[in-house]
């Protein structure tokens, strides 16, 4: 292949990855620490944003937020803020917004679990390991509720 031809070629390259922010809680302890009859009740939220800090870098954020309850305590609780810096070029500019909304949070994710998963099981607990995330859907569902009301 010629040097023309590569630089033409479309690509995704990950400049780095970082923490932004991390909270870890076990606000309860040590009784949140005794051995239960059942599970907990877990809840997690996602989220992405991105900024555009160059013509063709783009910084992109993910949120994990999480909180195990028993009843009405709450056993542990956290907040990720895991970050990459992406150079995208070559790609259309109609399909941009899809590639950093969705395949930059897909190549972050399996590195924000495992700090979630290890900050967890150093907090006393099992290790949580979050379900994989489709991030194309949580993209369409984004997309849906920003289209004006009335142009379905």
Known sequence: MTETTQAAMPSLAALGQYIKDFSFENPNAPASLAPRETGPNISISVNVNAKQ???TDFEVELT???KAL??????FQFELVFAGLFRIQNIPAENIQAVVMIECPRLLFPFARQIVADA???????PLLIDP?????LYRQRLAQMEPAGTA
């Not at 967890?120 to 099992?126: I, T, Y």
């Not at 995330?133 to 859907?137: K, L």
């Open 120 to 126: 967890v099981r150093n907090g006393g607990f099992p």
């Open 64 to 66: 994990l937020e999480g």
């Open 70 to 75: 028993d009843g009405t305590q709450t056993m």
């Open 53 to 55: 800090p160059g013509e």
């Open 133 to 137: 995330i489709d991030f194309a859907a």
